[in-house]
């Protein structure tokens, strides 16, 4: 009876729990859990000058190039510079034989001696006969000639004299000097070879330090640059001078430079401009006949504010920017945008510094959600 007792009151208790759980699910429903703030990454916006740079590819040129002629005919005797030396004006670069310029020469100086001897004996003969015409003691005529032979005695001297000058000179070009400061090239001819005057090129030798680079902007880019120059005078007057030297390898070249001359016209045929911009070579790092780029300025915004492409949702012909309010929810704003430079964003209106603009998840969240704002990295 006991046992009956027992399992009766199990089961009476069963029944009440079952009952307080059916009572439970019956009761109204529990409202849905609010959803955490969504993490984005922001950037703080400020404002900034921002200078636009463009880049043209150029080669680099000696600023002065000169191939070395002999100015006299014979056989090169020697070379006194090797091959690649660097020189100063006036060193002595080849010798070519000079016997015949020296011949040349002796034979000059026994023309002009002649010359001397018959111009004495011509003045002499006017000083004999000037006192004699004074008494009438000879012609007119007589001495109207010795002064005419004097004249051309000393006519003859002059030209005598340039003679032997043009024979030294043609001595002295026997000897090759260079004519500027610079570095030889590989000599043209070997020793023994046959100069022809005036024509046989011998060697180069080129100015290393400056070098030059020639680089020709787009008539489209001579426009721009000139409208922004007549729009903004006080931002450009100094834009197109100074110009970087980009490497090879990429990298920059120490020494920056300027530009030093513009051409006067466009080349129709490329519908071109013509610069050229000149750096310093100290080091002989660069070299003649390298292809470089030149980076040049030419443009610059002035505390302006500038955006990267990703943090810009682009609706249709509309741009929004998601900007972080106080309360830590999105505002998601419609922004005025000015030119795109380098994968960033100038941004002409709808964005102040000092606010916080979603850089990465603009995408993700909806107007008024609430965000988590995380700096993001530079």
């Known amino acids: 009876m006991g046992q009956?007792?027992?399992?009766?009151?199990?089961?009476?208790a069963f029944a009440t729990l079952s009952g307080a759980i059916l009572l439970a699910g019956c009761g109204p429903a529990d409202e849905p859990a609010e959803m955490p703030p969504l993490p984005v990454k922001v950037v703080q916006a400020e404002a900034r000058d921002l200078p636009v740079y463009r880049e043209f590819v150029g080669e680099l040129v000696s600023a002065r190039h000169v191939t070395v002629r002999a100015r006299t005919g014979g056989i090169l005797l020697a070379q006194h510079k090797p091959d690649g030396a660097t020189v100063s004006e006036g060193d002595l670069l080849f010798t070519i034989e000079s016997r015949e310029a020296e011949e040349r020469r002796e034979a000059a100086r026994a023309d002009l001696a002649a010359a001397r001897a018959q111009m004495a004996r011509a003045e002499a003969d006017v000083a004999r006969y000037e006192p004699l015409l004074a008494d009438e003691a000879i012609a007119r005529q007589v001495y109207d000639n010795a002064v005419a032979a004097a004249e051309a005695a000393r006519a003859a001297v002059d030209a005598r004299a340039a003679a032997l000058r043009q024979a030294e000179l043609a001595l002295d070009y026997a000897e090759v000097r260079s004519p500027l400061d610079g570095r030889m090239g590989a000599a043209m001819v070997s020793e023994g070879a046959l100069i022809a005057a005036g024509s046989t090129a011998l060697v180069e030798?080129?100015?290393d330090d400056p070098l030059w680079v020639y680089i020709s902007p787009s008539e489209a880019d001579l426009l721009s640059f000139t409208q922004r120059r007549r729009e903004r005078p006080e931002d450009t007057e100094r834009l197109l001078e100074v110009a970087t030297l980009l490497l090879g390898d990429g990298r920059e070249f120490a020494h920056p430079g300027r530009i030093n001359f513009a051409d006067r016209a466009l080349d129709p045929a490329t519908n071109t401009y013509r610069i050229r911009a000149e750096f310093p070579n100290p080091e002989g790092e660069l070299l003649p006949g390298q292809f470089v780029r030149i980076r040049l300025q030419t443009d610059l915004y002035r505390d302006v504010v500038v955006?990267?492409?990703?943090a810009v949702?682009?609706?249709l012909d509309q741009a929004f920017v998601g900007i972080v309010t106080d309360a830590g929810t999105v505002e998601q704003r419609p922004v005025d945008l000015g030119p795109r430079i380098d994968g960033d964003w100038v941004v002409d209106a709808g964005i102040e510094a000092g606010e916080t603009y979603i850089v990465d998840g603009v995408q993700k969240v909806r107007p008024g959600a609430a965000v988590q704002p995380i700096p993001a990295a530079d």
């Open 307 to 310: 955006i990267p492409a990703r």
């Open 4 to 12: 009956i007792h027992h399992a009766g009151r199990v089961v009476a």
């Open 313 to 315: 949702l682009q609706v």
């Open 205 to 207: 030798v080129a100015v």
